[in-house]
């Protein structure tokens, strides 16, 4: 059974920043591929950023510059760092682990999410 638990979301003004971290336990391979994923009010879930096990990165356009995703491969850890957070980042962010190509991510296995909220 694969478990992936988020941290560290929570309230922070705009221009402000947070960083999120996701534990992967269980039979979760080291050789998958990572991501966050985030899902607003009314709108539909989007990939945010997503890294293989050899490190290499994709984001969404509307996050790249602020945004910066790392994996700890010997942590089984993968970590989302935000900054210059605007109210628009405001949803709730799941950690996710499966298979990509290059241009394709599939998401197995999905956290229980994390909200983060961008608001004076």
């Known amino acids: 059974q694969v478990q992936l638990v988020e941290s560290g979301g929570g309230l922070v003004q705009p221009g402000g920043s947070l960083r999120l971290s996701c534990a992967a336990s269980?039979?979760?391979?080291?050789?998958?591929?990572m991501g966050w994923h985030r899902q607003a009010p009314g709108k539909q879930r989007e990939l945010v950023a997503r890294i293989t096990s050899g490190g290499a990165t994709k984001y969404a356009d509307s996050v790249k510059g602020r945004f910066t995703i790392s994996r700890d491969n010997a942590k089984n850890t993968l970590y989302l760092q935000m900054n210059t957070l605007k109210p628009e980042d405001t949803a709730v962010y799941f950690c996710t682990s499966g298979r990509s190509g290059a241009s394709y991510y599939l998401a197995d296995y999905w956290g229980q999410g994390t909200q983060v909220t961008v608001s004076s």
């Open positions: 269980g039979s979760i391979s080291r050789n998958n591929t």
